[in-house]
Every structure is written in structure tokens, then in C-alpha cells.
């Protein structure tokens, strides 16, 4: 249900564009952004990064919550940094924001109305899911997502970046009425018991995402990796039959990834291939294929290629018997 509410929350979450505008004019200039974030916000985090450092050319860090105090003196005036927790009730995320607010400007990107994040931090931006059930995150991902595209947005008054966001909900809504195939793939793939996630650039992020929501509500053992990785060591792992998902949207990272999937195909993997639709290139190289919308590019990629990989993980779930709304030992909120 909430993978199908994702459209929606895109499209709610983009009417506060005004708002974020505010935001960022209240903020002033920012030399260094650092995002700090668990879990699923902090693979959001990783997009961020990609979209400040490639579209802005402002320098990102990325940094896990519970790691923050190692690093908190690197931070400056100058230092936007911005904390990403669905809850807002995260306590790692919490202690970063205090720890933050006497050495750099903070920004609190939640979605529960409130929350302590919200008082904690300077500033606050809200993305509109509405409640999220489920314990894994899914529709509180793509619209932490599409706040942090919209803040770039907003810093670089890219208003192409805004007409592309635009786009998104019915391209969403094309992948939600195709899901049968996935259905489909999820049932020759249930038995595996160890998956990889590979992508390059804007897609590493969906890898790590694509993995972690794997993990969490089939209980399979799956790694996101960045593509170019593969040869420092996973390889190893990648025998006859290991299921590999290749996120390979059309862009400058495309042939490598490609490249990569040839690797792990000469391994005797099974791979999955997300790409655009008219990608013969990976269609032909690969056992099963996701074909996207053509016109979805590198950059909005990740707001896209995850809903796939969701609704794979959510089908794998259900061909194993597990409830994925409530997956053993996870909890919504982390408040210890
Ligand atoms: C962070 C998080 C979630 C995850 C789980 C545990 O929460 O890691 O991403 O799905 O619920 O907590 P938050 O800070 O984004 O609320």
C-alpha cells in the first residue's frame, strides 16, 4: 500500500517548493554541506551528495549518525548540515543535531509533525508521506528524496531540476500498473540467499538502498556495491546462479556498469538488469530485465529505479511467508 502511495507523496512533497525557497534564503550561502542520517535516510543522504557535488559543485560529506562525534569538530560557520530522519525521533540523529548547532548551520529534513528533530535543529523541512506503517521505509524515502532535489533546486534556481521532479508521479504511477511482472521475477527468485546490488554514480545510492530494503523484510543477505568495486573483492562471492540486480540507467555511467554486468555474467551470475526500456544493450546481456521510462535520466534515476527494487524485495517477502510491514528485529523508530 505504501509503495503504491509513493506518486502521491512525491506530488504532496513538491507543493512545498515555496517553502523551501524560504528555507534556503533564510540559510544564506553554504561553502560545505554534510548530511547525517541511519538507515534508509542515510542512503537519501548518499543522492544528496551526488546532486550538491555534480549540479552545485558545493563539497558533501556523508556521514552515518551514530559516527557523527568523530567528526564534529571538521565542522564550520559555513557548514550546512543536514540531518535526515523519517522519525525525527532517532536518537544517534538527535545527539548529531546537538552536537552540530554551536559549530555549523542545521537543517532537519523529517517527516512526523513535531518531532524532536524538529525543535532540535535550526531549521526544519517537512516531506509529506503521511504516516508511514511499514516498518522498512519506503514512501518516506522517495519524498526525503525529492526534498533534497528540491533544495538543490532551490540553492542553484535550477528550475529545469523542478520541471523534471514534476515528471516523476506518472512515471511512478507506469511502474506500480506494470508490477505484475516483478511478481513474477520475485517467485523464481525467493529461494536465493545471497543478492548483490551493483550501480554506479546516482545508482550506488539505489544499490545500497535496494540491498537494505532486501535485508530488512526478506531476510536474505544482500550487499549493495558500488559497480567499479566489484573487482576489489566482492567477485569472489559472485558464483553460478547468485542473483545480481545491475542498476544501469542511460548516462555517462551506463557503459561501465554494463561492463560490470559482463563480469559477473562470465561468473555464472543471474542478473537482473534495471534500464530504460529501449536498452538493448543490457536487455540482451541480462536474465531478467526491468525496463523504466526512457526519458528518466542519470540524475532523477534514483527517485525512479527504487520503486522496482522495492516492490521486489516487498514480493520476495510475501513468496517467503513474512509479513513485510513488521520484519523481525526492526523497529520503526531507534530511540536508544
Ligand atoms: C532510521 C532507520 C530507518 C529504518 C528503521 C530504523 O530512521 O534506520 O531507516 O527503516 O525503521 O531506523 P529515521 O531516523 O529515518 O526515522
Do not use: W
Not at 573483492?233 to 554494463?258: F, M, S
Amino acid at each position: 500500500k505504501e509503495i503504491h502511495e509513493e506518486p502521491g507523496a512525491v506530488r504532496d512533497t513538491l507543493m512545498e517548493m515555496d517553502d523551501v525557497r524560504r528555507i534556503v534564503s533564510e540559510i544564506g550561502e553554504v561553502k560545505r554541506v554534510c548530511f547525517v542520517a541511519c538507515g534508509t535516510s542515510y542512503h537519501a543522504s548518499f543522492v544528496g551528495k551526488y546532486l550538491f557535488e555534480s549540479l552545485l559543485g558545493i563539497p558533501t560529506d556523508v556521514i552515518l549518525a551514530s559516527e557523527f562525534n568523530y567528526s564534529v569538530r571538521t565542522l564550520t560557520e559555513d557548514t550546512l548540515a543536514v540531518f535526515i530522519s523519517q522519525s525525527g525521533e532517532t536518537a544517534d540523529t538527535l545527539n548529531a543535531i546537538r552536537a552540530a548547532n554551536s559549530r555549523a548551520r542545521t537543517l532537519a529534513i523529517v517527516n512526523v509533525l513535531g518531532s524532536s528533530a524538529t525543535r532540535e535543529a535550526q531549521h526544519v523541512l517537512y516531506t509529506r508521506a503521511g504516516p508511514e506503517i511499514g516498518v522498512a521505509a519506503t514512501k518516506t524515502y522517495v519524498s526525503q528524496l525529492t526534498v533534497i532535489y528540491m533544495l538543490v533546486a532551490a540553492m542553484g534556481g535550477l528550475d529545469d531540476l523542478v520541471e523534471k521532479l514534476e515528471g516523476v508521479p506518472d512515471i511512478m504511477e507506469e511502474i506500480l500498473r506494470d508490477e505484475d511482472g516483478i511478481r513474477e521475477m520475485a517467485r523464481a527468485y525467493s529461494e536465493a540467499e545471497d543478492f548483490f546490488f551493483i550501480g554506479r554514480g546516482f545508482s550506488y545510492p539505489t544499490a545500497l538502498e535496494g540491498a537494505l530494503k532486501l535485508k530488512e523484510i526478506t531476510y536474505i543477505h544482500g550487499e549493495g556495491y558500488a559497480a567499479g568495486e566489484l573487482k576489489h573483492g566482492p567477485l569472489a562471492l559472485i558464483d553460478d546462479g547468485v542473483p545480481v540486480v545491475a542498476v544501469a540507467p542511460p548516462g555517462p555511467c551506463h557503459d561501465k556498469t554494463l561492463s560490470n554486468v559482463e563480469e559477473v555474467k562470465a561468473r555464472g551470475a543471474r542478473v537482473i538488469g534495471v534500464g530504460s526500456r529501449d536498452d538493448a544493450s543490457l536487455r540482451n546481456e541480462v536474465d531478467d530485465f526491468i525496463g523504466m521510462d526512457p526519458g528518466v535520466d542519470e540524475v532523477i534515476s534514483p527517485l525512479v529505479y527504487i520503486v522496482p527494487l522495492q516492490l521486489l524485495s516487498y514480493y520476495v517477502s510475501v513468496e517467503r511467508g513474512i509479513d513485510p510491514d513488521k520484519p523481525k528485529n526492526l523497529a520503526k523508530c531507534v530511540t536508544v
